[in-house]
């Protein structure tokens, strides 16, 4: 069985930055692509980012490139989310996932098998 534990949210000031991470245990890390998605109060929970196995290769939501950057550690076994200049419309509950590494690098929560229990993100402005 796959654990994902997701650290890092709280408080940010619109302008800011957090550095989310989720460290993985149960498995072989390198055996698992990863995504962050997020679920705003209200809203479906929708796609941040996902970096496949290796490292050597990241998509992003259209809306939050340039902002946001996913990145891994193998060796940790940890997967860090990067969000600079935070906006109001950042908040919400930001989830770790992971999918196996033999299928295509996904974009949507139903391509991921196991999840986080996720960590909030608050922005004021």
């Known amino acids: 069985q796959v654990q994902l534990v997701e650290s890092g949210g709280g408080l940010a000031q619109a302008g800011g930055s957090l550095r989310l991470s989720c460290v993985v245990s149960g498995r072989t890390f390198n055996g698992y692509h990863m995504g962050w998605f997020r679920q705003a109060p209200g809203k479906e929970r929708e796609f941040v980012a996902a970096i496949n196995w290796s490292g050597s290769n990241t998509v992003y939501a259209d809306s939050l490139k340039g902002r946001f950057t996913i990145s891994r550690d193998n060796a940790k076994n940890t997967v860090n989310l990067q969000m600079n200049s935070l906006k109001p419309e950042d908040t919400a509950v930001y989830y770790c996932?992971?999918?196996?590494?033999?299928?295509?690098?996904?974009?949507?929560?139903?391509?991921?098998?196991?999840w986080g229990q996720g960590t909030q993100v608050t922005v004021s402005s």
């Open positions: 996932a992971a999918d196996f590494a033999y299928r295509a690098l996904g974009r949507t929560a139903s391509e991921f098998r196991y």
